[in-house]
């Protein structure tokens, strides 16, 4: 835990200079590191997430090939992501592909062209 709150701590420092952008986006990054190391998972098997200002919608800010890829908003019922924002309780689902759930990200190739299809997910 100590690991994730130095993290947190470098992120809020990034925040403060004048390269933010920058500093925000190698913390984020790191965060990502931190997880896919933690837990032995490969790169695009971590997906952080961000809201905006008005916290109405949210985005992916890593993996980095997902930036752009659209936005959930915030009171959508069928995102696990959504949800975890709006109640701010985690989940564990072993079958999210029996689960109802927002399949958007799902069909998005990633950088060696491969679609894979989510089957267990960790959120918090």
Not at 7 to 16: N, P, S, V
Not at 66 to 89: C, D, H, Q
């Amino acid at each position: 835990m100590a690991d994730i709150n130095e993290l947190i701590g470098k992120l809020t420092i990034a925040t403060k200079k004048d390269d933010a952008k920058e500093r925000f986006k190698t913390v984020i990054n790191e965060i990502a590191a931190f997880y896919t190391d933690s837990l032995s998972l490969n790169e695009h098997e971590v997906g952080i997430f961000l809201a905006d200002k008005e916290k109405a919608v949210l985005s992916f800010a890593c993996p980095e090939y997902l930036v752009n890829a659209g936005m959930i908003p915030v009171t959508s019922t069928e995102a696990f992501t959504a949800s975890i924002f709006r109640t701010g309780r985690g989940i564990i689902e072993n079958n999210i592909q029996q689960q109802k759930h927002l399949s958007l990200f799902e069909i998005i190739r990633t950088p060696e062209g491969k679609i894979k299809l989510i089957w267990k997910m960790l959120g918090a």
